[in-house]
């Protein structure tokens, strides 16, 4: 026995010193490497699938410096023709965006584009006539044209108001007169419904180009917020914007309808409502379908509206005990029957009405969630999607007829399967990545049959085994009765007869997910970067998280910060009984809504947690939009308990620990005041802490040289001070 056991010990003696020695021979990650692009997967151009088996590119052709876009082929992958070029254009030197009318002969390319919000911006824009290569200036400084489904016009906005170009003559016919900064907006979507609702375009034409619907919101009596900008001149300047914050005023919305012919403006009747998020016409050239929801976004309908009378009648309504996602997926077949993705057996699902509202069936059904809804093929009656049916970290691509049966997996069973299908449904090119497989980009016919691997990164990989990159090792972990998944990181000279600090990474937010078989992203890098030093890191979606049924994501209604909270410390005190693990070294780190967490986390958890960072973190609900704060707190005049029992200022007393706070002062999204806020507490409460307050940088904190380098420099900096202490050995 005795015997035994020294040759089993030689033997692992002689295996980690193996070990050991590879180990010593790999490089370490770096934070310049890590943003400097050292890391970076290669991927394919954006395209935009064409009429047909083709699809569009833009390319950019370095030695010209000219830019172009091209026709491929999905089948053969290879260049059909150049559909435009820069360097054949007169008057227009380069463009960066382009969008096709719905036959295809004309094209709308844009240039000198200014940002004004997450999604929304202004620029330059040409017609190009495919034919006749003509070029022809829309506008300056214009918002979103579009072309009439007849050609004949171009509808865009500028300042506020909305303008219809006619094609032939260049006459150009005002809209709306009403327009003004800070008080009326036509047919562009104001802050909160561009950030939670996710559009810009407001505006929409019929079938016909007879038509033009669109929404006008008046903001007149929302509160203003405004951020001073430090910038580079004497003074500093203000961005002053509507921002309607938890229970205050939001926009009053409402849907119009223009007809080209007589010029003439209606408004539309829709009842009682608090939110339009969506409009989109049917296939029928009369009927507009709009979208309403109430306040507390948990009853929606869906209105049929008549063009020619402009009267609604109701097409569909749903109700939540907590509240109905907004989607894309609406999509009308050629009878005017619809697709409609729904939550209301428990679990994301596909279903199928009649254009009386009527339920058909239900398309897909099971304890999963679809993820994605990418089409319906009406020759072969068939619906393609994704979901989650190989587990809630995995991504597949399915098919399934109309009446849900015949369903086949087209994609790679584990991992992250991404499918962009061709416009008629025929081909698509799946995006393929795991934790341990970089982005694989593949033609796939309709059939799940691969033709032909487009792009990958062996490249990165082979350049990845030089470095000290330590796997992900998933699984799931018991706390508070629900199995959650978790994933761990770590020293790739792991030992466990040693004690590893321990640093947990989360967002936590309403239906998000961090733990997904899914290739490496920056904060992965820097990840095991952290791991190099000695550190465990690990990642748990607690409660509230999505892609795990209704119920789950939506325990934490009227309590966000609660149930995730807990979650987070019952893990953190869990995780700290395994024997490699030092219970006196116990970090947490997180953005945004992970910024809330962990600074919630250090404080109510102040036995656990030893060090926290927070980057732009809401500190309370109150000072976050309407839209999205509501959606799953009700306002605070009537949910005044939940958003304070867990904003982290009203527990600034609690702090124990290392804490770093940081924040841009040009956040627009997550205000810096939030942070200031929690300042304040903490100097009340005479704590001491860290922060690093960034001037003008908005909520990504990442413009300017060097941002993100010097931000996880800090960072890391504060973690090898504060959290990879000696531990004992």
């Known amino acids: 026995m005795f015997f035994v056991t020294i040759i089993l010990l030689t033997s692992y003696i002689s ?16 934070l310049e490497e890590i943003w400097n692009g050292t890391f970076s997967a290669e991927r394919m151009n954006s395209l935009n699938s064409m009429n047909g088996d083709f699809y569009a590119v833009l390319d950019y052709d370095r030695q010209t410096r000219s830019v172009s876009v091209d026709k491929y082929s999905y089948k053969t992958l290879e260049k059909v023709e150049t559909i435009v070029n820069s360097a054949n254009l007169k008057g227009l030197n380069n463009f960066s965006s382009y969008s096709f009318n719905n036959d295809e002969t004309k094209l709308i390319l844009g240039t000198n584009f200014e940002q004004i919000y997450r999604h929304s911006k202004k620029g330059t824009y040409y017609a190009y006539d495919i034919a006749t290569k003509e070029l022809t200036l829309i506008g300056e400084a214009i918002q979103e044209p579009i072309f009439s489904p007849d050609n004949k016009n171009v509808a865009y906005a500028k300042n506020n108001n909305i303008f219809i170009k006619n094609v032939a003559s260049n006459k150009i016919t005002q809209v709306t007169n009403d327009g003004k900064i800070n008080e009326v907006i036509n047919g562009i979507t104001d802050w909160v419904y561009e950030e939670e609702f996710a559009f810009v375009r407001a505006f929409e034409w019929n079938k016909t180009g007879t038509h033009l619907a669109f929404l006008r919101f008046d903001e007149t009596n929302v509160p203003t917020f405004s951020m001073d900008v430090v910038g580079t001149e004497l003074y500093p300047t203000q961005q002053v914007f509507k921002y309607p914050k938890a229970g205050e005023k939001n926009a009053d919305v409402t849907l119009h309808m223009y007809t080209l012919s007589s010029k003439n403006t209606e408004t539309i009747s829709l009842g009682d409502y608090e939110y339009i998020p969506r409009i989109k016409w049917s296939n029928d050239s009369d009927i507009l379908v709009a979208t309403t929801l109430n306040r507390h976004q948990n009853n929606l309908n869906l209105h049929k509206v008549n063009s020619q009378n402009t009267t609604a009648s109701l097409l569909l309504n749903e109700t939540d005990k907590a509240y109905v996602d907004i989607t894309d997926n609406l999509t009308f077949l050629a009878d005017n029957s619809f697709i409609w993705t729904s939550e209301k057996d428990g679990y994301n699902h596909i279903y199928h009405y009649d254009f009386n509202g009527k339920l058909i069936n239900q398309i897909t059904k099971g304890d999963w969630e679809v993820t994605n809804y990418y089409g319906f093929n009406e020759k072969k009656k068939t619906i393609y999607y994704q979901s989650v049916e190989n587990g809630s970290i995995n991504r597949g691509v399915y098919s399934i007829n109309i009446k849900g049966k015949k369903k086949q997996l087209l994609s790679n069973e584990s991992g992250q399967n991404n499918a962009s299908f061709s416009k008629n449904l025929n081909y698509f090119i799946n995006t393929y990545s795991s934790a341990e497989t970089p982005p694989i980009y593949s033609l796939y016919t309709a059939k799940g049959q691969m033709l032909k691997v487009i792009k990958n990164n062996d490249a990165l990989k082979e350049r990845l085994s030089a470095y000290k990159m330590s796997p992900k090792e998933f ?10 998944n978790m994933w761990m990181i770590k020293p790739l000279d792991f030992d466990e007869n040693k004690k590893y600090p321990l640093l947990m990474f989360q967002y936590s937010g309403p239906g998000s997910q961090q733990v997904g078989n899914t290739w490496n992203g920056s904060n992965d890098y820097w990840h095991n970067m952290l791991a ?101 707190m009700q306002t605070p005049q009537e949910n005044a308990s939940g958003y304070d029992d867990n904003s982290p200022f009203n527990y600034a007393d609690k702090l124990k620990g290392n804490y770093l706070l940081v924040h841009g002062t040009g956040d627009d999204n997550v205000h810096v005041q939030n942070s200031y806020r929690m300042i304040n507490s903490l100097i009340e409460a005479n704590k001491q802490f860290d922060m690093f307050i960034v001037p003008d940088r908005a909520h990504g904190i990442y413009k300017g040289r060097n941002m993100r380098l010097n931000l996880y420099t800090k960072m890391t900096n504060f973690i090898d001070e504060n959290l990879n202490k000696e531990s004992t050995k």
């Not at 020695?21 to 790999?26: E, F, G, P, R």
């Open 532 to 632: 190099q030093k000695g550190i465990i890191v690990v990642c748990i979606d607690g409660r509230g998280t999505g892609f795990k049924g209704a119920d789950f994501k939506k325990v934490t209604q009227k309590e966000l910060g609660k149930y995730e909270v807990e979650d987070q410390i019952a893990a953190a005190k869990k995780l700290v009984e395994r024997s490699y693990i030092d219970n006196n070294n116990v970090g947490i780190w997180g953005w945004s809504y992970g910024g809330f967490m962990s600074t919630n986390c250090i404080l109510k958890g102040n036995d656990i947690f030893t060090t926290a960072i927070a980057v732009a973190p809401v500190t309370s609900w109150r000072f976050y939009d309407s839209v999205y704060t509501e959606r799953y």
């Open 15 to 30: 295996l980690a010193q193996t070990n050991s020695k590879q180990t010593s021979n790999l490089k370490e990650i770096t």
């Open 475 to 484: 699984s799931t972990i018991n706390i508070n009765g629900n199995d959650l």
